[in-house]
């Protein structure tokens, strides 16, 4: 289950999961910060932030600054209540 507060090393490896076909991500979409930042000091005060390495998911969408699209989509909430548990649950 996602939400907007999973970003970074935690997209990169929901990224590996999501690809196979037994795994399904739900919840709504993540943080969209997985571009490895750099950020670099100009001059007094001024500093650059740029993304050095940017995530694509399979398909070919940009996880930077969208975050990694779901499966399902759940309102926002769902995921702090039980309801969200009852989703993932398949019987197994």
């Given amino acids: 289950?996602?939400?907007r507060l999973a970003y970074?090393?935690?997209e990169d490896a929901l990224l590996g999961l999501g690809s196979l076909d037994h795994v399904e991500l739900l919840g709504?979409?993540?943080g969209g910060g997985s571009g490895r930042?750099?950020?670099v000091g100009l001059h007094d005060g001024v500093v650059l932030s740029v993304?050095?390495?940017l995530t694509y998911e399979p398909g070919g969408r940009c996880v930077e600054g969208a975050g990694l699209s779901v499966g399902r989509e759940l309102p926002p909430g769902v995921l702090a209540s039980g309801a969200?548990?009852?989703?993932?649950?398949t019987g197994w």
Wanted: proline content about 10%; cysteine-free.
């Fill in 1 to 3: 289950m996602l939400d």
């Fill in 8 to 10: 970074s090393a935690t």
């Fill in 28 to 30: 709504e979409p993540s």
């Fill in 37 to 39: 930042p750099r950020t």
């Fill in 51 to 53: 993304s050095t390495a």
């Fill in 84 to 89: 969200a548990i009852a989703a993932t649950d």
